[in-house]
């Protein structure tokens, strides 16, 4: 014990005490955070705690939020503790009816955080596709549970890359529920942004645009500039420009999105790091790197304070700030950090995983260690093409490193020759204008001056 003298007092300045689970009083066991606003010690449960006082607040009331929302800060729990929650909760729920309410809401509330812990996956989307013929069987097809259910199983399909059918099954659900709940419902808007965020997907960024500002300024005059359905039509409205080109509108809603959400979500929140990462790629896409690798390495700090190092989002961000950083001219620094992204690779979905594993291969190559290089460009590009076509923005742009690589390593010929090939097709599928066209654009003025 250290004494410190106050005057006439002494005081003790101990060891901080290890955190304790708010629930127990315990500090034995694994000790997670919520994953809600309360921070700190306030935050800190067993997740066998927090399932049990939800199971017992069900059962006193009859209510689920404590499955999925702090009864202390009443937000909503995300992370670890989400996931341990709804595994808990469908475990509850096992021998019940498959047909049972309750063990049919348990399905919906497991794959919707695992959907947003791990991404969509078939898995998570076979249990949507079961809640929506649960529900429809149960509670008819015009019931409010059952559109709601509709939606999240559109949008699993955008997720799993499905947009022809997520556009036919987000056109049906606007319609209905227009019709049953009417236009000015909180759903209905809901499923008005998903429609606006498919056309985007699939390439209609103009209509994409259209739609999203008229909703903002719906939504803003309905429910207040700051609140969530507001927020997230921003986010939504952000994003769509970004994908039309309108960079400097993107950057400007993006930046009042980051204080608004700061402001009424906290910056924890996994909707305030979003747009960390969504301002981050901005500033990428404008060519400022540097200012893309601090946003990435904060988010990336934020995130690991409550979160766990191998969960999707983590490993992304990760992914992004040796990205960044590499773009910046340190592939030194960029190395590590990519191929750390690369072992997390378990939780990535394959187009994910092939997207880090060709960021690493680029960093080797501008190390000059061409031979590695070489073998995980080719490698990735190959698996690429084979899943995703050669017209995949993914593939294009591993094809774009594999040139820089093969002219780096003195084959000018084959690289240059894939360099003028790439650049032909990133401009006919993405536009002169879009990011992946200008670098390879760049790389081929290069060569050809290198050449003459």
Not at 30 to 43: F, P, S, T, V, Y
Not at 116 to 137: I, K, L, N, P
């Amino acid at each position: 014990v250290v004494g410190e003298h106050r005057g006439s007092c002494l005081r003790q300045v101990r060891p901080p005490s290890p955190m304790q689970c708010t629930i127990c009083l315990s500090d034995e066991g694994e000790i997670i955070q919520k994953g809600c606003a309360c921070r700190g010690d306030n935050g800190a449960v067993h997740g066998d705690c927090l399932a049990q006082l939800a199971i017992h607040a069900e059962q006193q009331s009859d209510s689920d939020e404590q499955w999925s929302r702090c009864s202390t800060c009443r937000d909503v729990f995300s992370g670890t503790a989400a996931l341990q929650l709804a595994n808990a909760r469908l475990h509850q729920t096992e021998s019940l009816d498959p047909d049972d309410l309750k063990r049919i809401a348990a399905l919906a509330h497991y794959a919707s955080v695992t959907s947003d812990y791990y991404g969509d996956t078939a898995e998570t989307e076979r249990c949507f596709e079961q809640v929506v013929d649960a529900r429809t069987r149960l509670l008819g097809a015009d019931h409010r549970s059952t559109l709601h259910a509709r939606q999240v199983l559109a949008q699993s399909h955008i997720g799993r890359g499905k947009l022809t059918e997520a556009r036919e099954l987000a056109q049906a659900i606007v319609a209905d529920m227009e019709r049953v709940l009417g236009a000015h419902d909180r759903l209905t808007i809901q499923s008005r942004r998903i429609l606006a965020t498919i056309h985007r997907d699939t390439g209609d960024c103009d209509t994409a645009v259209t739609m999203l500002r008229g909703l903002l300024a719906t939504v803003r005059e309905m429910f207040g500039p700051d609140s969530v359905i507001s927020l997230d039509t921003l986010y939504s409205l952000a994003s769509a420009c970004d994908d039309a080109g309108l960079m400097e509108e993107a950057m400007e809603l993006a930046k009042d999105l980051l204080v608004r959400r700061r402001r009424v979500q906290g910056k924890w929140h996994l909707e305030t790091l979003r747009v960390l990462t969504l301002l981050s790629v901005l500033h990428c896409r404008l060519e400022q790197y540097a200012d893309a690798a601090v946003l990435a390495e904060e988010e990336l700090a934020l995130r690991l304070e409550h979160n766990s190092a191998d969960i999707t989002s983590n490993v992304v961000t990760k992914h992004n700030v040796g990205f960044f950083t590499l773009m910046r001219g340190d592939p030194a620094k960029a190395e590590p950090i990519l191929r750390d992204a690369m072992v997390g690779a378990k939780v990535l979905t394959p187009q994910q995983h092939h997207f880090a594993k060709a960021s690493h291969g680029l960093a080797l190559s501008r190390l000059e260690r061409h031979a590695e290089a070489m073998q995980s460009l080719r490698e990735t590009l190959h698996a690429q093409t084979t899943h995703w076509g050669s017209d995949d923005r993914s593939t294009l742009r591993t094809a774009s490193y594999l040139g820089e690589a093969l002219v780096s390593s003195g084959e000018e010929v084959e690289g240059a020759a894939l360099l003028k090939e790439t650049l032909v097709t990133q401009t006919r599928c993405l536009g002169p204008d879009d990011y992946d066209t200008r670098q390879t654009a760049k790389l081929v003025a290069k060569t050809n001056h290198g050449a003459s």
